[in-house]
Structures are given as C-alpha cells and as structure tokens.
C-alpha cells in the first residue's frame, strides 16, 4: 500500500541533515506525490530539488510537480512537448521540442519553458524534419538537437555568442558518441555495442551507463574503456555520488506491458535490489532527486507520481 503525500513534511524534517553512505537501501513504502486520476510520464526531479518536471499523457503536454507539496502547474499543452525535455542547469529553463499541425502538415519548434514565470521562448523558427532531443550546454547559453540525423546548436537567448567549446556524449543511429563542440568532431565509443536506447553520464563524469536492445544494461568508462554488462535493466539513473544506478526491468507479451520494477544497483559488487517488487504495479522512468534522497518514478497505465525514500547506511 503506497502512502500519502501528508507524511513528506514530517520526513523532510528527518533528512535536514542527510549525506550520502555507503549503502542506498530503501525506506518505508512509495509516496504518492501526484493526485490520483492526474496522468504523468517520465518525471524529472530540477537541478534543486524543489520541483519535478513531468509529461501528460503519450507526451502531451508539460507539468511542473512541486516538492513536496505536490501542486501541479502546466506550462505547456502542445503534442510532444513532455517528450525528451531537458531542464537548464540553473533550474530556471526547460527545452522542449514541441509539434503543431495545420492541415495534416507537421511542424515542430525547439523552446523554452521559464519556471518562474511559466513563459515560453523560442529556440529556432517552426521547420518540417526536426529531429532529436535537447541538451543544454553547460552554460546554458545553447541548446543542442542530439539523437537526431544531425547534430544541431541553437542560441537559448537573444544574444548571438560564438559558439562553446565543450564535450558532451549523445546517441545517434543507436551508436553512443562524444562530441567536441568547438570543432564539431564526433568519435564514436569503441564500446562495441548496436541500438543503444537509453544512457547516463555519472555526475563525476567517469562513467557511462547504457542500456541496449532487448533490455541489456551495460556500463564504461567514460572514454569507453572497460566495459561489461550489468544484466538486464533499460533506463538507468545515477544517484548523485555517482556509485548508484536505479534502473527499471520491464515485461511485456510484444503487445501489452506485462510487468516492471525498480531496482538499485551497487556499481562496486553489482548487487541488485528490488525495490519495487510490486506484481500488480508497474513502476516505469525512475529519476534520482539531487541530494539522493528520494527516487521519483510514474506508473504505467495508472499515471500516478509517486516517491521512494532512500537511506544511505
């Protein structure tokens, strides 16, 4: 039986003083932090903490979730808005690609969302074929289109800069590449594996974790050295020390969604826990919140937002 979001203020109080340990062991039952009949997909807690961002239905539409009272504000309504989006490292911004339709004719937008005064902003003009999800720099001043045909940067403001000279990773044709921005170089990680479907970068930035085909999760170094499977899993997420991995095992008949949990998995010995364990609940796109305090996931078919608390021993 998962829990009301009225206990979060009492166990807030709790973890004033929380620092991650050495073991992330799972505490008390989920929270509800949605309302249920509100609908949510593939939440993202913000850069602080404060606030998680979430996509209505099949990715319609954008919602900011506050923590922890769990008050829910959209910011957006438009097709595809809550698919693949990004929150700025500030925490202030959100880019979205979001699509419009006239007669048939499919257009999409590259945007921002303000998360202070729910205002939009657009990234480039309405174009047909675009492709990919968003990026930020580490700057926040551009906004990179990655798993797409092609590799594109847009300015996230009216000022015309000249354009960064960083490294970042990103899929394209299910191959795992690293870019250098400044001489627009791409070089792929000899990591030896095809269709990869989801992946992270470890918060310290030493390690990649990936998922592939057929729900292999596999983990490198960041130069893609050293890699070697981890068993089953898809969509993984660090935890902010960068020693844990929460990722989701799903079930499915090629038709109908059968079954999924959550696990968390220890990076040193491997050792997996089920912390869902739930037959009749499927629990899908669990997110780590930054101070490693909880884990955020959504419920498929059910579309409830709910928490985990985490200790760390």
């Known amino acids: 039986m998962y829990r009301h979001l009225g206990l979060i203020t009492i166990i807030l109080l709790s973890l004033a003083?929380?620092?991650?340990?050495?073991?992330?062991i799972p505490k008390g039952e989920p929270i509800a932090l949605s309302m249920p009949g509100d609908f949510y997909m593939a939440p993202q807690w913000s850069p602080n903490g404060d606030q998680v961002a979430a996509?209505?239905?099949?990715?319609?539409?954008?919602?900011?979730i506050d923590f922890p009272s769990g008050v829910a504000i959209q910011l957006s309504n438009?097709?595809?808005?809550?698919?693949?989006?990004?929150?700025?490292h500030s925490g202030t911004r959100i880019a979205s690609r979001i699509a419009h339709f006239d007669n048939m004719l499919r257009t999409n937008t590259l945007v921002s969302f303000n998360t202070e005064d729910y205002s939009t902003q657009?990234?480039?003009?309405?174009?047909?074929?675009?492709?990919?999800t968003p990026l930020w720099s580490?700057?926040?001043?551009?906004?990179?289109?990655?798993?797409?045909?092609?590799?594109?940067?847009?300015?996230?403001?009216?000022?015309?800069?000249?354009?960064?000279?960083?490294?970042?990773?990103?899929v394209k044709d299910g191959q795992l590449l690293h870019r250098d921005t400044a001489g627009?170089?791409?070089r792929t990680l000899p990591v030896n594996q095809d269709n990869i479907t989801s992946y992270a970068v470890s918060p310290d930035g030493s390690r990649i974790v990936y998922s592939t085909s057929g729900q292999k999760l596999w983990i490198a170094n960041s130069d893609g050295s050293g890699q070697h499977s981890l068993g089953s899993g898809i969509a993984p997420d660090w935890s902010p020390d960068s020693k844990w991995i929460v990722f989701m095992l799903t079930e499915d008949d090629g038709h109908t969604m059968l079954g999924s949990e959550l696990y968390l998995l220890d990076t040193d010995t491997e050792t997996r826990l089920n912390i869902?364990?739930?037959?009749d609940q499927l629990e899908m796109h669990p997110d780590w919140s930054p101070d490693g305090s909880w884990i955020v996931f959504d419920t498929e078919g059910r579309g409830q937002l709910f928490i985990q608390q985490v200790e760390w021993r």
């Open 17 to 24: 003083s929380i620092s991650l340990g050495k073991q992330a």
């Open 55 to 64: 996509a209505g239905p099949s990715y319609t539409g954008l919602f900011l």
């Open 78 to 88: 438009a097709y595809s808005a809550g698919y693949g989006f990004a929150w700025s």
């Open 122 to 132: 657009l990234i480039s003009e309405p174009r047909t074929r675009m492709t990919g």
């Open 138 to 170: 580490t700057t926040d001043s551009h906004v990179y289109l990655t798993n797409a045909d092609k590799f594109e940067s847009f300015h996230a403001n009216n000022s015309r800069t000249t354009s960064l000279s960083e490294s970042l990773f990103y």
């Open 184 to 186: 627009n170089n791409d």
């Open 276 to 279: 869902s364990n739930t037959p």
